[in-house]
């Protein structure tokens, strides 16, 4: 490495790395309770995130009130936040973050070190790959996630293929069939490795209307083509082998954390959700950097990240105006059962005080009906019976603590 | 006689025929290169482990061995000037099992006789305080200081780019029909045009045999393609281990091999299955499910991590342990073949034996004086990279780091990549993590009109 790189230093009150939705609710609302300087960083050449290849409703219901498609959403959002005064520093990549609020950039022209008071980690999910889901098979072009899809379509126009099998069945693989149908491609299939939609039911009905064969509990997914795809094989239900022509696969779903910063820093990741971990207050393990909206592990509606982007600015503008947040001492939460694969929160920050974020997040492994426990390791914080299929994560109101 | 004739025709532009085209090229010769697929590297070399190895288990007495001992030590020598990284992991040779541990010496004992005196024996205790996430299940093992991570492709592309700047010619997309020695010299139809040559050299690799059987009508040897599976880990994952990682070999393979890459990751494979496709490089969901499980035996902590890719590659055995070189003096012909699993680390050396060879037979040149390097960019993440140093003019792909200035030199180069697999392999674009969740769009974008297979799919 190059000893002698140059940085151009800049120095702010609140820098957020990551210009999606939760990135732009954080910093918007900051500029509204009168922060000075924030700084939004993104890497692509535009703010709104994942939202602005969204070319369908609905979007923007709670925010402004209004049904608006996926990339007018986008826009508003990016209005809203240049009118409030917020620095949006596009075409721009953090390349390292550093303790005590400061984060190395790369611009198209320099380098930059950006020490701020606090920063803020917003930098969403992205869909598992197929090597990440050891999708076997050969290796043609033509097998992209439905983020990739949606790019190429809404922004570039292009068509990447005509008759795609879609391999998932979340929300996402839902809306990757409207993107298709947005250039008359047509999907022949959508196949799911569990034995159910990974949606509400009443999405089912959908691919009917869309005659789109739905094939459940399927396994040993094996992609065939040369240079491009010709078919897709697989095991289905009755562990007889399918196969099902086709020119293109979506691998759509399956989010993750977009947390390739955080992977070589100090900040410490939590193994449940593969996001940053966090306290009751959104903070990470160092305490100069918070994280909201989707980075912490879940693929949650703008909506939802929108609303949790204001009710982190607003501790923040709490933690900056020195009300602050008693102790930096972290215990660690846990809950033994087996079925909870996660919990958000992750730590409470002692004394617990005044609990910043009014609910517990669950995410869980498999079905559960019994009663579970979440506590530290001085105190049971929470006990209480729940009921729930693996779909969602859970919400649990947070009691008040001493 | 035709005008247009070349001494040398080598067919098949992988590793081997790569490091020959360099080597003929600077020994002074007119060097053709004929490759059936649209860009270099496209067959047996496109998948391997990327070790730079020592020899330390090759057969003793072996051409194998005195191909890679003078392979290993040019590639150290020109790494340098032709920008190539080099990590000098070294690496451990582990047992697992009492049968194993018992091996250990007569192991130590041939890499001796190989000429490999740095390797020496290591106690458990002293390997686990070396790399403290390997099991503790391991029973013993011995280091060899001198194995090394490098790039599997910037090598054979710096040396077919060495080739091409100092005059030789590189006809991709172009497969060699038949041909026909007369009058001493070469004529070979291809799938364009006609092709002349004094000397003719087989690099076919995985279709070695069946281009000896074009060429002369006769097969030297058989090939029975053996495919290997690898899984790539996060690069987080490189942190947990810092030497290479080799099980104890058997007749047929090195074994399962657990160690970084230079570009930051982690690699676990490969596995080694014979099949009768020279093509089929594909991979299936439960041997990479065992490749993982494998790798967490070795290094428990690695089920933590992430996957970013896996693929797999093709080794063009045959039914020889050792190296196919033949030649037909009387044909001015030579096949260069059955370069199993080693040939990235022997290129080199195989291409200085050929070199003598020829000369011996009477093809002799006048070296060139001062040779051109070519431009190769350095894609190590363990070396400065192009988005460090300043007009990079952004990124286009974030997980790798690879800038548009860097996409557009090589799209701009002197050879410029006809596929996509092609770009990606020059610059890593689209390999990370997220395997095109970002970029695939800009790249369409940015490639549009100058691939052989584009992108986008054309009504």
């Known amino acids: 490495m190059n000893s002698e790189t140059v940085f151009a230093e800049k120095t702010c009150t609140v820098a957020i790395v990551g210009g999606g939705t939760a990135g732009l609710a954080v910093a918007s609302q900051l500029k509204r309770l009168s922060i000075e300087k924030v700084v939004v960083i993104e890497r692509e050449n535009e703010v709104g995130g994942v939202p602005r290849n969204c070319d369908h409703y609905p979007f923007g219901l709670r925010e402004y009130s209004r049904f608006l ?56 999910v992205r869909e598992s790959s197929r090597s990440q889901r050891l999708i076997g098979g050969d290796r043609p072009n033509g097998v992209i996630t439905t983020g990739a899809l ?151 509606s703008s909506g939802f990240c929108w609303h949790e982007g204001i009710e982190t600015a607003k501790r923040i503008h709490e933690d900056l105006l020195g009300k602050g947040f008693s102790g930096n001492q972290m215990s660690h939460l846990r809950c033994d059962d087996p079925a909870v694969k996660f919990l958000i929160p992750q730590h409470l920050s002692s004394p617990y005080g005044s609990m910043s974020m009014a609910r517990f997040y669950i995410g869980l492994n498999s079905p559960i009906n019994r009663e579970i426990v979440i506590k530290t390791n001085l105190d049971v914080i929470w006990k209480g019976k729940i009921k729930s299929r693996p779909l969602r994560r859970l919400q649990i109101p947070i009691p008040n603590l001493p | 006689m035709p005008s247009n004739k070349h001494d040398i025709a080598i067919v098949g532009a992988g590793v081997v025929g790569c490091a020959l085209a360099r080597r003929l090229t600077l020994d002074g010769a007119s060097v053709i290169v004929l490759e059936k697929a649209y860009d270099v590297l496209d067959g047996a070399s496109k998948g391997n482990s990327a070790i730079l190895h020592t020899g330390f288990d090759a057969p003793s007495g072996s051409l194998e061995l005195d191909c ?78 001198g194995e090394y991570i490098i790039d599997p492709w910037a090598s054979a592309n710096a040396y077919i780019g060495q080739a091409v700047e100092n005059g030789a010619n590189l006809w991709r997309g172009v497969e060699v029909l038949s041909g026909n020695f007369e009058q001493n010299y070469w004529t070979l139809e291809t799938s364009t045009e006609k092709v002349y040559s004094r000397y003719l050299i087989n690099c076919g690799g995985l279709y070695g045999d069946l281009l000896d059987e074009r060429l002369i009508k006769k097969k030297n ?213 997220c395997q095109g969740f970002y970029c695939s769009a800009e790249l369409a974008k940015i490639t549009n009109g100058k691939l052989k297979i584009p992108l986008i799919c054309n009504e």
């Not at chain 1, 997914?221 to 010709?230: A, K, L, P, Q």
């Not at chain 2, 451990?92 to 099992?97: E, G, P, Y």
């Open chain 1, 69 to 124: 498609k996926g990339s007018a959403y986008a826009k508003r959002n990016k209005k809203l936040a240049k009118e409030l005064g917020v620095e949006l520093l596009t075409n721009t990549t953090v390349t390292k973050i550093r303790p005590n609020a400061t984060l190395e950039l790369l611009s198209k022209t320099e380098r930059i070190l950006l020490k701020a008071d606090r920063v803020v980690l917003t930098t969403g």
């Open chain 2, 68 to 145: 890679i001992k003078s392979g290993y030590n040019e590639y150290l020598e020109v790494s340098e000037s032709l920008s190539l990284p080099i990590l000098k992991s070294g690496a451990l040779v582990l047992a697992w099992d009492s049968e194993q541990l018992k091996v250990l010496p007569k192991l130590i004992e041939k890499a001796h006789e190989n000429g490999i005196f740095n390797v020496r024996p290591l106690d458990r205790e002293e390997i686990l305080r070396r790399e403290p996430e390997l099991s503790r299940e391991l029973l013993g093992g011995f280091e060899v200081p």
């Open chain 1, 150 to 300: 949606q790019t190429m379509v809404y922004m570039s126009r292009f068509k990447p293929f005509q008759r795609p099998i879609i391999i998932g069945s979340e929300l996402v693989s839902f809306s990757a069939i409207q993107t298709c149908a947005h250039l008359g491609i047509k999907p022949v299939a959508m196949i799911e490795e569990q034995d159910q939609v990974r949606v509400r039911k009443l999405f089912r009905p959908y691919l009917f209307i869309k005659n789109i064969p739905l094939y459940l509990s399927v396994s040993n997914i094996r992609i065939n083509g040369d240079t491009s795809v010709e078919s897709i094989k697989f095991k289905n239900s009755r562990g007889l082998e399918h196969e099902i022509e086709t020119d293109g696969v979506i691998i759509s779903g399956r989010f993750r954390p977009e947390t390739q910063l955080l992977l070589d820093s100090h900040i410490e990741i939590d193994a449940g959700t593969s996001g940053p971990a966090i306290d009751q207050h959104g903070r990470c393990t160092d305490t100069s950097f918070y994280a909201t909206g989707n980075i912490l592990g879940h693929a949650e």
């Open chain 2, 221 to 433: 040897f058989t090939i029975t393609p053996r495919k290997g599976q690898f899984v790539i880990f996060d690069k987080a994952a490189s942190s947990l281990v810092s030497s290479t990682v080799l099980p104890i070999p058997t007749a047929t393979t090195k074994g399962v091999v657990i160690c970084r890459t230079i570009f930051g990751n982690l690699l676990v494979g490969p596995t080694a299955e014979d099949q009768e496709s020279r093509r089929n490089i594909a991979t299936d969901s439960s041997t990479l499910v065992k490749l993982c499980k494998k790798g967490s035996t070795i290094i428990p902590k690695l089920e933590n991590y992430d996957i970013t890719s896996s693929y797999a590659g093709l080794r063009p055995a045959t039914q020889y342990s050792d190296y196919q070189i033949h030649h037909k003096t009387e044909m001015a012909y030579l096949t260069v073949g059955g370069i199993r699993s080693t040939g990235l680390s022997a290129a080199l050396g195989i291409a200085n034996y050929v070199s003598k060879m020829l000369s011996e037979m009477g093809f002799q040149f006048s070296p060139q004086k001062n040779p051109k390097l070519p431009e190769v960019d350095k894609l190590s993440e363990y070396h400065e990279r192009d988005w460090q140093i300043p007009g990079a003019d952004g990124v286009v792909c974030h997980c790798e780091m690879v800038t548009k200035r860097e996409i557009e030199r090589v799209i701009n180069g002197p050879i410029p990549p006809q596929t996509i697999q092609g770009l990606k392999r020059r610059t890593r674009v689209a390999m990370g993590r």
